[in-house]
């Protein structure tokens, strides 16, 4: 058995992620690529793990680690019990005679840095997340400030890191890095992609005098340089008072002032920031990842001191464009009110029926043959190129219109890029050409048109068609399912599946329009006439025929039915594990199971996030439902029943248009106007409710897609090429039809890699509104008023005061009568907490988004596309919800935390 390697030179080869930990494979690598790395040595893995053994200290750190990583005074607790051990054990004599050889061929002062396997990730740096010591100078305290580094990987704020990444504490361990310490004139950063706006083609370098500490910890605004990397032209150039610097002294360092004729003085020249401009653009290219890089200048000499990669950024669009502009896309997922990303599976199939309706329409909608679609996959999320539109005089007006309906802060993002000046609008192409360019989709058109037009001339038969021929189609694509036995047959059905775009686009494309462009024409009407803007909102609450409304009507109307069961009851308030279990056995008190039977008969294929094939539907995991029908129980005052409310609201609604009908009837012309537009607005109120339509459908369809899929994974685990079915929906179509056809790679690893990255994007707190080609990402702009307000889109009228409750996932989400419910984004899946809730707050969405046609429907006061609300606002705290303004008042004013 080879013995374990406790040292090992700085490049060596040898010098791995599991030997040496993120910061030691990275300087080795750098110091093998030529760069100037100060000389030094690994102490490795294996020593920190043969101090863990032979101190017996692992079972204790496992005892001491399982702590809420919500619990900040919990973790500082077990940091220190365990700092405390090991502080008090010592270091083998093994390990400690190699660290005394090896430092004595540096001798002189050293820099000992922490090295975790759990750091400078792709998908997390942990960078400054264990400790550093400086200017240390003898064996003693070199071994003292490696056992202290070995404890750091124990730090509060290091559990902290991991329990938020998923990272387990059963397998990190701490490798260190002992170099020369460079005594630096001038330190600082230098990150290869702009980590403000995310512009990959601009280096940003901060520097200040002294050690980089000063720079890293914050202790002096630093001198700052955002330099174009292809030219090397500095962009900007700050030179600010540099009142401290970190500088050596007997004991390791401190901070002390900065000499009077330096402070104001700018650390680097014009050459020296070129220069390292062009060293990190090298380094980039070696990691093929934009890094995050410190730099040390001594004696008129650039080091090297770390490089890792930053993790902030967003990805960026693939594959990249070939015609060398500068490209915009929006974030799609934001327009469906969703902000988390689509598991691999629920992408795929996305972008397979997106590809059938580009082939209908003649367009290039997704990637073919290596060229870019309109719409791309990026970081897990569905983005569409909008340069055309934007640079278009005719067509910029409308992505304008529908970014202000569908979620205004991409609109305010929109505004923002279009100040760039390569996004010019240019001439439009004579009309002609785009005619020949839209012919295919011109020959659709008149298909849709001619539904939306039937559609406004008798909605009830049109509306009992449709359901008919989804009916039809539904239990059509189900029956086949059915019939496929074998993995082939299974992949025959699934290659008909992007077909399902040619039945369901016609056909539910006209459903969202007919009572969306009698609302926008409507509106334009009313202020014309009128002046008003706000009236033409309260017309919308209560409108009929809303698949998503009659749904949480529908619960609402059994949870009554259970309420008067005491039996249920009693049943209903046991843990939701066992209720599920019992319901699928079929054990549970006849009343409740057959409120729960028939609701799931009829919305089982709806879920959370539910566009996504990859979640489970309700029909398979109730307990979300479960949950909701005992929050409705909570619900004893009359006046807070839903369904009062939404009768409330009808009538408010058509006491507003009977108001609005007499103001236009005073105008010139007044009869004329009034029977006009009062027919426009009765037909927009029948047909309004239709635009939950299309997406209730599409989901009906996705959940039999689901079904198959699941059924593939089954057939690729007899295969022995996964570990369970649920892995598949992290695979895509094209890999479940390689295997059909014969390929028999094992994927088990595949749909690991792909599930963890999923994870790490659904744990991305802020994602981009729009981003660039260059990978600028823009969020849309967020004001607040007098210090106290949030501002946002008013969404549903009306005002309303109440306790906040932030919820992230509706799963097992409790809320309280009244309470404002606060989330990211919310799909016809929240609906259920809806009815309970006071008001809505949504960092998402816009006046047609799903939240706020529900809100205005259950008279519920709604403010959308409030950035970082679920951050800015606090689970218990009172504030004002202003519907009609679109704005959140905090009781005791903005506080606006990290």
Not at 388 to 396: C, E, G, I, K, Y
Not at 560 to 582: C, I, Y
Not at 709 to 719: F, I, Q, S, T
Request: charged share 20%; hydrophobic share 45%.
């Amino acid at each position: 058995m080879p013995q374990p390697v406790y040292i090992l030179p700085l490049n060596s080869p040898a010098a791995t992620l599991e030997t040496v930990g993120g910061k030691g494979a990275s300087l080795s690598r750098l110091a093998q690529a030529g760069f100037s790395v100060p000389p030094g040595f690994h102490v490795t893995t294996a020593a920190y793990r043969r101090f863990v053994e032979a101190n017996g200290l692992q079972p204790r750190i496992l005892d001491l680690t399982p702590v809420p990583v919500a619990d900040p005074a919990a973790l500082e607790v077990a940091s220190e019990a365990i700092r405390v051990l090991f502080l008090a054990a010592p270091i083998p004599d093994e390990i400690a005679n190699a660290i005394h050889d090896a430092y004595a061929d540096l001798s002189g002062p050293v820099a000992v840095r922490s090295s975790a396997t759990a750091e400078d990730l792709p998908g997390a740096s942990f960078a400054g997340q264990q400790d550093t010591y400086l200017n240390i100078v003898g064996a003693e305290r070199v071994l003292d400030a490696v056992r202290r580094c070995w404890a750091s990987l124990w730090t509060a704020r290091a559990m902290g890191y991991r329990a938020h990444n998923a990272i387990g504490p059963e397998g990190v361990s701490l490798a260190v890095v002992v170099q020369a310490l460079i005594p630096a004139e001038a330190a600082g950063i230098l990150f290869t992609a702009n980590p403000i706006t995310g512009h990959r083609g601009q280096a940003v370098i901060d520097g200040a005098w002294g050690l980089g500490e000063a720079v890293v910890g914050g202790l002096v605004t630093p001198d700052h340089w955002v330099v174009d990397k292809a030219s090397g032209r500095i962009v900007t150039a700050e030179v600010h008072d540099k009142a401290v610097m970190t500088v050596r002294t007997a004991e390791g360092t401190e901070e002390v002032p900065t000499p009077d004729d330096q402070r104001r003085l700018p650390v680097l020249s014009e050459d020296q920031v070129q220069a390292l401009t062009a060293t990190a653009t090298r380094i980039e290219a070696l990691y093929g990842a934009p890094q995050d890089i410190e730099w040390a200048l001594a004696d008129g000499q650039l080091y090297i001191l770390q490089s890792r990669p930053i993790t902030s950024l967003y990805p960026q669009p693939s594959p990249r464009p070939t015609d060398g502009q500068l490209h915009v896309y929006a974030n799609f997922n934001y327009l469906q009110g969703l902000v988390e990303p689509l598991t691999p599976a629920g992408l795929s199939m996305f972008l397979e029926l997106v590809r059938y309706v580009g082939r209908l329409t003649g367009q290039r909608l997704v990637e073919e043959n290596g060229q870019p679609g309109i719409a791309m996959p990026v970081g897990g999320r569905l983005f569409v190129d909008v340069t055309t539109p934007l640079r278009s005089p005719r067509a910029l007006g409308v992505v304008k219109a529908v970014t202000a309906l569908m979620d205004p802060r991409m609109g305010h993002a929109v505004s923002e890029v279009l100040a760039d000046p390569r996004l010019t609008p240019r001439p439009d192409r004579p009309l002609s050409a785009s005619i020949e360019r839209f012919r295919p989709l011109l020959r659709v058109a008149p298909v849709i048109l001619s539904r939306v037009l039937r559609l406004w001339a008798n909605p009830d038969r049109a509306r009992r068609q449709l359901m008919l021929d989804y009916h039809h189609r539904v239990a059509q694509l189900h029956d086949e399912i059915d019939r496929a036995r074998t993995l082939a047959e299974r992949a025959a059905v699934l290659d008909n599946v992007p077909r399902l775009a040619g039945f369901l686009f016609p056909r539910l494309l006209p459903l969202a329009m007919s009572g969306i462009a009698l609302q926008r024409l409507s509106h334009s009407y009313i202020e014309r006439w009128l002046g008003d803007t706000t009236t033409s909102l309260e017309l919308l609450r209560g409108v009929p025929h809303n698949p998503t409304t009659t749904m949480g009507l529908s619960l609402w109307s059994l949870s009554q039915s259970v309420a008067v069961d005491p039996a249920s009851v009693a049943s209903l308030r046991r843990p939701t594990e066992q209720v599920t279990a019992d319901y699928q056995a079929k054990r549970l008190p006849p009343t409740l199971q057959a409120a729960l039977g028939s609701f799931l008969a009829v919305y089982g294929h709806r879920s959370i996030r539910e566009i996504d094939i990859g979640m489970p539907r309700w029909s398979e995991a109730p307990g979300y439902i479960i949950d909701v029908l005992r929050t409705y129980l909570d619900i004893t005052d009359p006046a807070l029943a839903p369904d009062l409310h939404f009768r409330e609201g009808d009538a408010a609604a058509r006491r507003s248009l009977e108001g609005l009908l007499d103001r236009v009837a005073a105008l010139p012309q007044g009869g004329i106007k009034r029977r006009a537009l009062g027919a426009m607005l009765r037909r927009m109120r029948d047909l309004m409710g239709l635009r939950e339509m299309p997406k209730f459908i599409l989901i009906r369809a996705f959940a039999e897609i689901r079904r198959l899929w699941w059924a593939m994974g089954e057939d690729l685990v007899k295969l022995g090429l996964l570990d369970n079915a649920e892995a598949a929906f992290f695979l895509t179509a094209d890999e479940l039809r390689a295997v059909a056809r014969g390929q028999r790679e094992p994927l088990t690893g595949r749909a690991a890699d792909r599930r963890d990255a999923y994870q790490a994007e659904m744990r991305r707190k802020r994602v981009p509104r729009l981003i660039t080609s260059e990978g600028v990402e823009l969020y849309g702009a967020l004001t607040v008023k007098d210090g106290a307000a949030l501002e946002g889109t008013g969404a549903s009228p009306g005002v309303v005061e109440g306790v906040v409750r932030v919820i992230l996932d509706p799963h097992g989400a409790q809320l309280e009568p009244g309470e404002i419910l606060v989330a990211p984004s919310t799909d016809p899946a929240w609906t259920p907490l809806f009815l309970a809730a006071g008001g809505l707050v949504m960092e998402a969405g816009g006046m047609m988004s799903h939240g706020s046609v529900v809100a205005r429907e259950y008279g519920i006061p709604a403010v959308v596309g409030v950035t970082d609300a679920t951050h800015l606002l606090r689970t218990g705290e009172r504030v004002t919800v202003d519907g009609t303004a679109g704005r959140v008042i905090k009781d005791e004013g903005l506080k606006t935390e990290d």
